[in-house]
Protein backbone atom coordinates (compact mmCIF):
# COMPACT_ATOMS: atom_id res chain seq x y z
CA UNK A 1 0.00 0.00 0.00
CA UNK A 2 1.40 3.71 -1.15
CA UNK A 3 -0.18 6.33 1.14
CA UNK A 4 0.42 10.02 0.10
CA UNK A 5 -0.06 12.54 2.53
CA UNK A 6 -1.18 16.28 1.96
CA UNK A 7 -1.14 18.75 4.03
CA UNK A 8 -3.39 21.90 3.24
CA UNK A 9 -4.27 25.34 4.25
CA UNK A 10 -7.21 27.62 3.50
CA UNK A 11 -6.82 30.57 1.74
CA UNK A 12 -7.24 34.23 4.30
CA UNK A 13 -10.74 35.05 4.77
CA UNK A 14 -12.13 31.52 4.46
CA UNK A 15 -13.40 30.48 8.19
CA UNK A 16 -13.28 27.02 8.76
CA UNK A 17 -16.65 26.14 7.71
CA UNK A 18 -16.58 27.78 4.73
CA UNK A 19 -13.28 25.85 3.74
CA UNK A 20 -14.80 22.45 4.95
CA UNK A 21 -18.04 23.13 3.01
CA UNK A 22 -16.27 24.11 -0.38
CA UNK A 23 -13.77 21.05 -0.22
CA UNK A 24 -16.69 18.39 0.85
CA UNK A 25 -19.51 19.64 -1.83
CA UNK A 26 -16.80 21.37 -4.86
CA UNK A 27 -13.10 20.08 -4.53
CA UNK A 28 -13.72 16.77 -3.17
CA UNK A 29 -15.88 15.33 -5.62
CA UNK A 30 -13.62 16.78 -8.60
CA UNK A 31 -10.66 15.09 -7.06
CA UNK A 32 -12.82 11.56 -6.83
CA UNK A 33 -13.26 11.85 -10.19
CA UNK A 34 -9.89 12.05 -11.40
CA UNK A 35 -8.79 9.00 -9.56
CA UNK A 36 -10.80 6.36 -10.15
CA UNK A 37 -7.79 4.07 -9.24
CA UNK A 38 -7.08 5.45 -5.75
CA UNK A 39 -8.35 2.60 -3.00
CA UNK A 40 -9.45 5.73 -0.16
CA UNK A 41 -9.51 9.68 -0.51
CA UNK A 42 -10.04 10.86 3.31
CA UNK A 43 -9.65 14.27 4.28
CA UNK A 44 -9.05 15.07 8.20
CA UNK A 45 -9.88 18.67 9.37
CA UNK A 46 -7.94 20.21 12.26
CA UNK A 47 -9.36 20.19 15.59
CA UNK A 48 -6.30 21.80 17.48
CA UNK A 49 -5.93 20.30 21.50
CA UNK A 50 -3.71 21.23 24.27
CA UNK A 51 -0.69 19.49 24.60
CA UNK A 52 -0.77 17.02 27.58
CA UNK A 53 2.70 16.92 28.65
CA UNK A 54 3.69 20.75 28.05
CA UNK A 55 0.35 21.91 29.08
CA UNK A 56 0.28 24.03 26.11
CA UNK A 57 -1.87 24.63 22.77
CA UNK A 58 0.82 24.86 19.91
CA UNK A 59 -0.51 26.51 17.05
CA UNK A 60 -0.98 23.70 13.69
CA UNK A 61 0.82 25.14 10.46
CA UNK A 62 -2.63 23.70 8.07
CA UNK A 63 -6.53 23.37 8.17
CA UNK A 64 -6.68 19.41 6.45
CA UNK A 65 -4.44 16.61 6.48
CA UNK A 66 -5.67 14.62 3.12
CA UNK A 67 -4.56 11.12 2.36
CA UNK A 68 -4.27 9.42 -0.80
CA UNK A 69 -4.27 5.73 -0.57
CA UNK A 70 -3.20 3.46 -3.71
CA UNK A 71 -2.42 -0.12 -4.08
CA UNK A 72 1.35 1.04 -5.15
CA UNK A 73 3.49 3.66 -6.19
CA UNK A 74 3.25 2.77 -9.73
CA UNK A 75 -0.26 2.89 -9.65
CA UNK A 76 -0.17 6.48 -8.10
CA UNK A 77 2.55 7.17 -10.96
CA UNK A 78 0.21 5.62 -13.81
CA UNK A 79 -2.72 8.12 -12.90
CA UNK A 80 -0.59 11.17 -12.43
CA UNK A 81 0.63 10.71 -15.89
CA UNK A 82 -2.65 9.87 -17.19
CA UNK A 83 -4.16 13.03 -15.78
CA UNK A 84 -0.64 15.34 -17.26
CA UNK A 85 -2.00 14.30 -21.09
CA UNK A 86 -5.31 16.22 -20.67
CA UNK A 87 -6.78 19.20 -18.87
CA UNK A 88 -6.89 17.84 -15.55
CA UNK A 89 -4.30 19.28 -13.53
CA UNK A 90 -5.35 22.87 -15.17
CA UNK A 91 -9.06 22.09 -14.00
CA UNK A 92 -7.09 21.31 -10.51
CA UNK A 93 -5.01 23.84 -10.34
CA UNK A 94 -7.83 26.61 -10.73
CA UNK A 95 -9.97 25.06 -8.05
CA UNK A 96 -6.92 25.40 -5.86
CA UNK A 97 -7.15 29.08 -5.92
CA UNK A 98 -10.90 29.12 -4.17
CA UNK A 99 -9.98 27.23 -1.43
CA UNK A 100 -5.97 27.13 -0.31
CA UNK A 101 -3.44 29.49 0.82
CA UNK A 102 -1.06 28.16 -1.50
CA UNK A 103 -0.79 25.39 -4.60
CA UNK A 104 3.20 24.50 -2.51
CA UNK A 105 1.33 22.38 -0.05
CA UNK A 106 3.82 19.47 1.26
CA UNK A 107 3.34 16.76 0.25
CA UNK A 108 4.77 13.27 1.78
CA UNK A 109 4.90 9.41 2.11
CA UNK A 110 5.02 7.32 5.36
CA UNK A 111 6.40 4.62 6.68
CA UNK A 112 4.33 3.25 9.19
CA UNK A 113 4.59 1.59 12.61
CA UNK A 114 1.83 0.15 14.98
CA UNK A 115 1.94 -0.78 18.26
CA UNK A 116 -0.12 -4.09 19.15
CA UNK A 117 -2.80 -2.38 21.17
CA UNK A 118 -6.17 -3.26 21.76
CA UNK A 119 -7.44 -2.71 18.24
CA UNK A 120 -9.89 -1.60 16.74
CA UNK A 121 -11.21 -1.49 12.84
CA UNK A 122 -11.16 1.48 10.88
CA UNK A 123 -14.44 2.04 8.38
CA UNK A 124 -14.24 5.03 6.74
CA UNK A 125 -16.87 8.09 6.87
CA UNK A 126 -19.26 8.04 3.96
CA UNK A 127 -21.82 9.69 5.59
CA UNK A 128 -20.58 13.23 5.39
CA UNK A 129 -18.41 14.98 8.30
CA UNK A 130 -17.58 12.51 11.29
CA UNK A 131 -16.24 14.15 14.92
CA UNK A 132 -13.70 12.24 15.94
CA UNK A 133 -12.91 13.90 19.46
CA UNK A 134 -14.28 12.30 21.72
CA UNK A 135 -17.07 13.83 22.52
CA UNK A 136 -19.12 11.43 20.22
CA UNK A 137 -17.31 8.29 20.22
CA UNK A 138 -13.99 7.83 19.30
CA UNK A 139 -11.14 10.18 20.19
CA UNK A 140 -8.27 10.54 17.21
CA UNK A 141 -5.33 12.58 18.88
CA UNK A 142 -3.03 13.33 16.47
CA UNK A 143 0.67 14.59 17.73
CA UNK A 144 3.21 16.47 15.41
CA UNK A 145 7.04 15.46 16.17
CA UNK A 146 9.96 16.89 15.07
CA UNK A 147 13.43 14.87 15.97
CA UNK A 148 16.24 17.14 18.16
CA UNK A 149 18.72 19.04 16.58
CA UNK A 150 21.80 16.75 15.48
CA UNK A 151 20.25 13.77 15.67
CA UNK A 152 20.16 12.29 11.73
CA UNK A 153 16.57 10.22 10.82
CA UNK A 154 17.83 6.85 11.59
CA UNK A 155 19.10 7.40 14.80
CA UNK A 156 15.90 9.33 15.81
CA UNK A 157 13.51 6.10 14.30
CA UNK A 158 15.65 3.62 15.89
CA UNK A 159 15.34 5.80 19.52
CA UNK A 160 11.34 5.83 18.96
CA UNK A 161 11.15 3.13 17.99
CA UNK A 162 13.03 0.74 20.65
CA UNK A 163 13.07 3.14 23.59
CA UNK A 164 10.13 5.58 23.32
CA UNK A 165 7.91 3.55 22.05
CA UNK A 166 8.04 1.53 24.62
CA UNK A 167 7.28 4.03 27.22
CA UNK A 168 4.13 4.71 25.77
CA UNK A 169 2.91 1.28 25.49
CA UNK A 170 3.19 1.23 29.09
CA UNK A 171 1.27 4.30 29.89
CA UNK A 172 -1.33 3.78 27.22
CA UNK A 173 -2.52 0.20 27.75
CA UNK A 174 -5.86 1.32 27.22
CA UNK A 175 -5.47 2.90 23.79
CA UNK A 176 -7.13 1.38 20.78
CA UNK A 177 -4.24 1.92 18.54
CA UNK A 178 -0.69 3.62 18.86
CA UNK A 179 0.78 4.35 15.47
CA UNK A 180 3.59 6.01 14.73
CA UNK A 181 3.78 7.91 10.35
CA UNK A 182 7.51 8.23 9.89
CA UNK A 183 7.64 10.88 7.36
CA UNK A 184 9.37 10.88 3.63
CA UNK A 185 9.29 13.82 1.48
CA UNK A 186 7.32 13.93 -1.81
CA UNK A 187 6.93 15.89 -4.36
CA UNK A 188 3.80 17.93 -4.83
CA UNK A 189 2.14 16.56 -7.93
CA UNK A 190 0.79 19.85 -9.09
CA UNK A 191 3.63 21.88 -8.58
CA UNK A 192 6.08 19.50 -8.93
CA UNK A 193 7.83 21.20 -5.64
CA UNK A 194 9.14 19.17 -2.78
CA UNK A 195 8.32 21.35 0.25
CA UNK A 196 10.66 20.78 3.50
CA UNK A 197 8.15 19.31 6.16
CA UNK A 198 8.25 20.79 9.83
CA UNK A 199 7.69 17.73 11.47
CA UNK A 200 9.26 13.85 10.89
CA UNK A 201 6.84 11.99 12.37
CA UNK A 202 3.00 12.19 12.35
CA UNK A 203 1.82 9.93 15.79
CA UNK A 204 -1.79 8.83 16.32
CA UNK A 205 -3.31 7.48 19.17
CA UNK A 206 -7.37 6.34 19.42
CA UNK A 207 -9.36 5.63 22.04
CA UNK A 208 -12.51 4.71 23.12
CA UNK A 209 -13.71 8.23 24.77
CA UNK A 210 -12.32 11.05 25.75
CA UNK A 211 -13.26 9.79 28.85
CA UNK A 212 -10.56 7.04 29.35
CA UNK A 213 -7.78 9.15 27.77
CA UNK A 214 -8.14 11.92 30.28
CA UNK A 215 -8.45 9.04 33.08
CA UNK A 216 -5.04 7.95 31.27
CA UNK A 217 -3.91 11.38 32.00
CA UNK A 218 -4.71 11.42 35.44
CA UNK A 219 -3.20 7.96 35.97
CA UNK A 220 0.21 8.54 34.72
CA UNK A 221 0.24 12.22 36.61
CA UNK A 222 -0.11 10.60 39.62
CA UNK A 223 3.05 7.90 38.81
CA UNK A 224 6.37 8.66 38.00
CA UNK A 225 5.24 7.61 34.46
CA UNK A 226 4.40 11.53 33.19
CA UNK A 227 7.89 13.05 33.92
CA UNK A 228 9.54 9.64 32.53
CA UNK A 229 7.74 9.86 29.41
CA UNK A 230 8.87 13.92 29.66
CA UNK A 231 12.23 13.76 30.18
CA UNK A 232 12.70 11.02 27.80
CA UNK A 233 11.38 13.68 25.30
CA UNK A 234 14.31 15.51 26.17
CA UNK A 235 16.76 12.60 23.99
CA UNK A 236 14.28 12.55 21.01
CA UNK A 237 12.17 15.83 20.38
CA UNK A 238 13.62 19.15 19.50
CA UNK A 239 10.51 20.49 21.87
CA UNK A 240 7.57 19.58 24.21
CA UNK A 241 5.35 22.18 22.63
CA UNK A 242 4.58 19.48 19.86
CA UNK A 243 1.39 20.24 17.90
CA UNK A 244 -1.81 18.15 19.18
CA UNK A 245 -5.22 17.54 17.39
CA UNK A 246 -8.40 15.77 17.10
CA UNK A 247 -10.21 15.40 13.60
CA UNK A 248 -13.40 15.86 11.85
CA UNK A 249 -13.07 13.57 8.68
CA UNK A 250 -14.93 12.62 5.35
CA UNK A 251 -13.75 9.59 2.89
CA UNK A 252 -14.71 9.52 -0.68
CA UNK A 253 -16.68 6.16 -2.21
CA UNK A 254 -13.48 4.94 -3.94
CA UNK A 255 -12.98 1.80 -5.14
CA UNK A 256 -11.22 0.41 -1.75
CA UNK A 257 -14.38 0.22 0.15
Known sequence: MFKQVCLLTRRPGMSMEEF???????????????????????????????????????????????????DSREEFEACMASLGEGDAFEKIYEDEEKIFASHDNPVFSVEEVESPMRGFQDAPALEGLRQCNGEEGILKLV????????????????????????????????????????????????????????????????????????????EIAASSMGETIYKDEDNLFASHDNPVFTVMESDSPMRGW
Open 20 to 70: KDYYENSHAPLLATMMPQARRYVRRFVQPEGNPLAGSTPPVPFDCLMELWW
Open 143 to 218: FLLKRKPGMSVEEYRNYYETRHRVLGEEAMQGALRYVRRHVVPEKNPITGEAIELPFDTVMEIWWNSRGEWDAMQA
